[in-house]
């Protein structure tokens, strides 16, 4: 019953390592999306799952990025090699409906 | 030029001001048009959202777009403390059958007592 949760609220990383980024969409919600959220700048698409149907990947900015998500479950986001400019807030999104997308809260992430 | 532009503010004003929040976009293919807030350290919320130009209320909060111009707004009557918050734009493309939202930088709005 509760809305989208993500996990962990805060990750500090040093660069070079891989970190993973979990999201738990509304139950019943089809559609899920990935956010980069840089600090001043606004919401930035990076992938969006519906279904069981291809993913679209085209908002994921280099090989280092990458999601999977289970069926209509749970979704990871992997960053690997992280980088300093990978530092951001990764927002989770779920949807029923195409019109109204449900965030979570966010995993800011922080690269050293 | 970016596909969706937003002043990011900040906006500051007192208890009771009309605020005005804008934003212009370059692709005719945006269908959908909604404004969401995000309070400090949270997820982004929808406010409204709308699909055709004119006019859509919500108790103090009207959207409005003028698709010919590409320019969407949102007011705020009787502005109060808890409106204060980062405002942003965001617009819906379908694509072969993918979709997504783009978003504007968002306006950070203090509303002061």
């Known amino acids: 019953g509760a809305g989208v949760s993500q996990s962990p609220s805060n990750k500090v990383t040093e660069k070079g390592k891989d970190v993973e980024l979990r999201c738990d969409p509304i139950?019943?919600?089809?559609?899920l999306y990935w956010y980069r959220q840089r600090l001043g700048q606004g919401l930035e698409f990076l992938i969006y799952f519906q279904g069981n149907s291809a993913p679209d990947k085209s908002g994921l900015p280099s090989d280092r990025f990458s999601a999977e998500r289970t069926g209509e479950s749970v979704s990871t986001l992997t960053i690997q090699r992280t980088q300093q400019e990978d530092s951001a807030v990764y927002l989770c999104?779920?949807?029923?409906?195409?019109?109204?997308?449900?965030f979570g809260p966010g995993t800011r992430l922080t690269v050293l | 030029q970016k596909e969706v532009e937003q002043d990011p503010g900040p906006l500051s004003v007192p208890e009771g001001a009309i605020v005005s929040l804008n934003c212009t976009y370059s692709n005719s293919a945006f269908q959908y048009f909604m404004w969401y807030r995000q309070y400090s350290r949270k997820g982004p919320e929808l406010l409204m959202y709308t699909y055709s130009s004119g006019n859509k209320e919500d108790g103090r909060f009207t959207a409005q777009v003028d698709k010919s111009s590409k320019y969407i707004s949102l007011f705020i009557r009787d502005s109060q403390p808890s409106d204060s918050a980062t405002y942003l734009c965001a617009m819906k493309v379908t694509q072969g059958g993918s979709e997504k939202l783009v978003f504007g930088k968002g306006m950070k709005l203090t509303v002061n007592p």
């Open positions: 999104a779920s949807s029923f409906n195409y019109n109204e997308q449900f």
């Open positions: 139950s019943g919600h089809t559609a």
